[in-house]
């Protein structure tokens, strides 16, 4: 498969290799059966939006925007390398086609509320924001404001995927989509590497209200 050469040519950050593979289905579905963005409309309103939360480890993230053109795929041979746009966290001035600069956790769920909230205010109602987090990431505080918020305001532009690879600290009650449920959002729980789940899961989002997919990922704990 084109996406796994071009994963192995990622090297020089082996101990988040975990935290890349569990992203890779996901990320695969996204820009390739959801996001509606393409290299040529980077710089388009009316673009969807794809917010990289879990930014540690982001070599999956590279090699599906390689694969998708929005950069050359000789980048991955010098990923962190002193003059490499390939940081290890990826860094939206320098990557055609990244929305954040992301890696500190936590970051996400919050500016994409506020992305969310900056179309609307625009009169831009087409556009849809994705963000992935980490099921870690769930413990942050301001991830909690976040939910919350969106819950009680009813955006429905928004949609989480959480990949859950147990990493988190702590065990939510009722599994984490009820961290969601309680606020009101949209749940679906999907196998993290079964693509046509992780769509279905995606397109189960629902007018009104904003939606969490929880992407269970086997085995990788990072």
Known sequence: MLLDSLLTRL???????PSAYSTL??????????LDVSPDRIDDPERDRFLLSKGHGPAAY?????????????WLDDMAGPDSPLGHHPDRLRIPGVEISSGSLGHGLGLATGTALGLRAQGYTKPRVYVLVGDAELDEGSNHEAIAFLGASYIDSVTVIVVDNRSASYAWPGGLQ????????????VDGRDHEAIHQGIAAARPGRPHAVIARVEGEVQ
Not at 11 to 17: R, V
Request: glycine letters at 8%; zero cysteines; a negative charge.
């Open 178 to 189: 009820s961290a969601f449920t309680v606020h009101g959002w949209t749940t679906s729980t």
């Open 25 to 34: 289905d996901v990320l695969w579905v996204l820009y390739d059966r959801v």
């Open 62 to 74: 590279y090699a599906v925007l390689a694969a998708k053109g929005f950069i050359p795929e000789d």
């Open 11 to 17: 090297t020089g950050d082996e101990k988040h290799a």
